[in-house]
């Protein structure tokens, strides 16, 4: 089956700086990649996803790129706000129903 | 408007009790999902269901039983509660389609803690 894995576990990044977050996957007949932020007490809000017809998708502050070959993508926030604080999660699906989920990485941003 | 909506939000109960977990969307979305967060934050899936249709059934314990009256709604039903039911379960749905994997919306979550 699929596995995800998702580095790093956590991040700290001070106010302004940008912030990176990778995820590889395992199955190459994977062909949705979706960014979930999760908040405190709150359920995951997805922010931001790629398929793999593309290699990097942009909104606003935001941006996911994805490396088929190598099968990475990757998260990136720039001009981080100390509401960017949150768990972000990567996936990928299996088949066009389940997705599995990367473990999690947590992000602290420095006032 | 709340998209995906989950009750109640926490739930305190002993060992050995049975207990449900209610779930609603009013997105119109066809697919419905159960995930189970551990202290973690692992999230796992365990049930997906389509157009009320078990499409997903990992491997959960059968003290588990979702039940999908109509396409808006899934229920989880836990028998005999166990201390490692413990977790934060999450509703979520997408609009399913031939070909291609869509968007998962999740609710807010439910606490389980089991005594």
């Known amino acids: 089956g699929e596995n995800v894995e998702q580095h790093p576990s956590t991040l700290s990044v001070q106010e302004g700086d940008s912030a990176v977050i990778k995820c590889t996957y395992s199955?190459?007949?994977?062909?949705?990649f979706p960014w979930y932020k999760q908040e405190l007490g709150k359920g995951p809000q997805l922010i931001i996803d790629?398929?793999?017809?593309?290699g990097e998708k942009k909104d606003q502050r935001i941006a996911v790129t994805l490396n088929k070959t190598a099968k990475h993508f990757s998260l990136h926030i720039t001009e981080t706000q100390p509401e960017d604080s949150a768990v972000y999660f990567c996936?990928?699906?299996?088949?066009?129903?389940?997705?599995?989920f990367g473990t999690g990485t947590r992000l602290t941003i420095i006032p | 408007d709340t998209a995906v909506s989950q009750t109640p939000k926490y739930l305190v109960t002993q060992m050995g009790n049975d207990k449900s977990i209610k779930c609603e969307q009013n997105?119109?979305?066809?697919?419905m999902y159960w995930y189970k967060q551990d202290s973690k934050k692992f999230l796992k899936i365990m049930f997906s269901?389509?157009?009320?249709?078990?499409?997903i059934n990992e491997t959960v314990p059968n003290r588990f039983s979702p039940k999908s009256p109509d396409k808006a709604h899934l229920n989880l039903h836990i028998n005999s509660l166990e201390l490692g039911d413990s977790a934060v379960y999450f509703c979520?749905?997408?609009?399913?389609?031939?070909?291609?994997?869509?968007?998962?919306?999740f609710g807010p979550g439910t606490r389980l803690t089991v005594t």
């Open positions: 790629i398929r793999s017809n593309v």
């Open positions: 269901y389509n157009n009320k249709e078990l499409i």
């Open positions: 996936a990928a699906n299996v088949g066009n129903e389940k997705l599995t």
């Open positions: 979520a749905s997408s609009q399913a389609g031939s070909g291609t994997p869509y968007e998962q919306y």
């Open positions: 997105l119109g979305h066809d697919t």
């Open positions: 199955d190459s007949a994977s062909n949705y």
